[in-house]
């Protein structure tokens, strides 16, 4: 068994050069190749994820712009019906109003035709009485005077 630590010792004695070239390989690599692969990595992550985070993030801010912009397009919308709720409102009063009116002219028209009417009628009746009372002389007189000629 001594044998066997003692090859084993100068395997490793041998052995040792080989693992100081391959730490120091290792550790040259990791400097001079892969420190650099992993920041040109991390600036391609960010010029492309980061991007696209970016992007994300300028889409969620245009899509609130659009809903507040639409949120005021409903406001204004609903101010400009009110506007002309109220104007219709207004006119259909002035409308009323202008109909009342031209209601009333009308009814005192048609008050002053019937009164008008009424004297032509009582004068019509007044002088029919007149001309009838003269009619019936007349035809008085005729007879008398026929039956004495």
Not at 50 to 74: F, I, P, T, V, W
């Amino acid at each position: 068994m001594e044998k066997t630590l003692h090859d084993l010792g100068g395997l490793l004695l041998r052995a040792l050069p080989t693992l100081f070239l391959v730490a120091l390989l290792h550790f040259y690599l990791k400097y001079v190749f892969f420190g650099p692969l992993e920041k040109v990595l991390h600036q391609r992550y960010e010029a492309t994820d980061g991007a696209r985070q970016r992007a994300d993030e300028s889409l969620e801010k245009a899509a609130a712009k659009a809903a507040e912009y639409e949120a005021a397009m409903r406001a204004a919308r609903a101010e400009v019906y009110q506007a002309q709720e109220q104007l219709h409102k207004k006119l259909q009063r002035e409308r009323d109003a202008e109909v009342a009116a031209a209601r009333g002219r009308m009814e005192a028209g048609v008050r002053e035709a019937r009164a008008r009417l009424e004297a032509d009628v009582a004068e019509a009746k007044a002088a029919l009485a007149q001309e009838s009372d003269l009619l019936a002389a007349r035809i008085a007189d005729a007879i008398v005077n026929r039956s004495v000629a």
